[in-house]
């Protein structure tokens, strides 16, 4: 609710605007007319948000029903509203897992595809939409309902894949899901010294593990620059797990919205990091873990966006290529210090093949997501990442953006042209359009 009384409506970043959802059951009836859709809300910035001269948006997450379920091959189907943590309470026991899951499982399988999510995996399983979708049922911006995959109309499902749902409205999602031998991971987690061991360790373990991830202390500077926890892990054995069952995880929930000064205190984030670097005494620790606080460690808490204050936060999420070199995350990482971009959560992925969506995020070489409150010269720290991302040859994710400008997408991206070609045929009125649509892709308000 606006400070003037009228509902508003927010992405994860709590960066809201006039605007309220509109639930169903029947997302066939409610996507008629409606300008957008979106799922549980969890991307950060605006691309799920109503453009100005609309103010609703369908919610799809009561329509969230299983269509088809192959028991043999993992093959499944379900309404755009189905939830990844739905999923995993179903079928995780019982031997099965999404092939690409992103670092929440508060999220629906139209919303994964919309983003192309990726995860933890994306060196060995890719991104969830380009590599486990098979196919896709939709409303288009003129009303028909159709069906595209890879095959059939191949140029519509790969402009959806990625497309911030910008090419109509997703009712169905099929994909195919993974078979494991247990519920539990094996983990090992290692400090590293910096950012350089950092990058190599994370190729090296890409080699052997399918998942691996890590936290950096985006706080230090000189030689100890990038240093930070390194976590690897696969799917554990039933030998290893000892046929131990997955208990269900306990969550707490924050419930107040935290005060602006306690993460415009440097200390705060300086004392958090430094006590989350040295509490891993051991340099190189060996556990059974559970897949919640392996893939999803911010689930734990419920509502944890509200940390960040009234003002809200955004996420920056870009990817600097191979042929950058190994410098080009020294060189973000200098620059997000020397602009005061502190944060409690800053993580950094390896990258493989590029996904296959038109806009889909990640291309081969390492992925940097840092989180920071809204404040006064956001816009300015965001514009000047941007130009070092542009520089390197980089670009930045559209599922976390809320602040970078129209042409500073325009250079990161050249297969921007193509994606807008596919608006252009299928949507010539932009019918179906966001917040985001209109702030980077010049649609009509």
């Known amino acids: 609710m606006s400070d003037r009384g009228e509902p508003t409506v927010a992405g994860w970043g709590n960066l809201a605007v006039p605007g309220r959802e509109l639930l169903s059951e029947d997302l066939e ?4 007319s409606a300008v957008l859709s979106r799922g549980l809300g969890r991307s950060y910035g605006d691309s799920s948000l109503p453009p100005p001269s609309r ?100 140029e519509l499902f790969w402009a959806t894949v990625g497309g911030m749902g910008l090419t109509g409205h997703i009712l169905e999602v099929e994909c195919q899901t993974q078979a494991i031998p247990s519920p539990w991971i094996w983990s090992e987690s290692e400090r590293v010294d910096d950012i350089d061991q950092f990058i190599a360790g994370l190729k090296e373990a890409g080699k052997t593990w399918p998942f691996t991830v890590g936290w950096i202390d985006c706080l230090s500077r000189g030689k100890h620059m990038g240093r930070g926890l390194l976590d690897r892990g696969r799917w554990a054995t039933p030998e290893e797990t000892g046929g131990r069952p997955l208990p269900v995880t306990r969550r707490l929930t924050l419930p107040f919205m935290f005060p602006e000064w306690v993460l ?48 809200g936060f955004t996420q920056y999420q870009c990817v600097l290529p191979n042929e950058a070199g190994q410098g ?60 070092l991302v542009i520089a390197e040859g980089g670009r930045i994710y559209l599922s976390k953006d809320a602040f970078t400008r129209p042409e500073h997408y325009a250079a990161m991206d050249p297969r921007l042209p193509r994606f807008l070609a596919v608006r252009d045929r299928i949507d010539p009125q932009r019918i179906i359009r966001s917040a985001q649509s209109v702030r980077m892709f010049g649609d009509p308000p």
């Not at 009836?29 to 008629?32: D, G, K, P, S």
Request: charged share 25%; with cysteine.
């Open 328 to 387: 080009a995350a020294r060189r973000f990482l200098d620059l997000l210090t020397r602009r005061g971009g502190a944060s409690f959560l800053c993580v950094i992925k390896d990258a493989a093949a590029e996904g296959e969506g038109m806009l889909s995020f990640l291309r081969p070489g390492i992925s940097i997501a840092v989180d920071f409150a809204v404040r006064d010269d956001t816009q300015k720290l965001i514009d000047a990442l941007n130009e």
């Open 55 to 154: 103010r609703e948006v369908v919610g799809t997450r009561l329509a969230d029903r299983i269509l088809h379920w192959d028991g043999r091959t993992g093959l499944l189907r379900a309404e755009a509203g189905f939830s990844l943590w739905e999923f995993n309470r179903l079928f995780l026991r019982r031997g099965w897992f999404i092939g690409s899951t992103p670092g929440t499982q508060f999220v629906t399988l139209g919303g994964m595809v919309a983003s192309d999510v990726h995860g933890k995996g994306h060196h060995s399983h890719g991104c969830f939409g380009s590599r486990h979708v098979r196919s896709l049922r939709m409303r288009l911006p003129a009303g028909d309902l159709v069906e595209c995959s890879p095959e059939r109309d191949p």
């Open 264 to 311: 415009r205190w440097r200390l705060t984030t300086q004392a958090f990091n430094t006590m989350w670097y040295w509490r891993h005494i051991p340099r190189v620790k060996k556990k059974l873990c559970h897949p919640d606080s392996f893939f999803y460690p911010l689930d734990a808490i419920l509502q944890w966006n509200r940390i960040y204050g009234r003002r």
């Open 29 to 32: 009836r409610a996507t008629r």
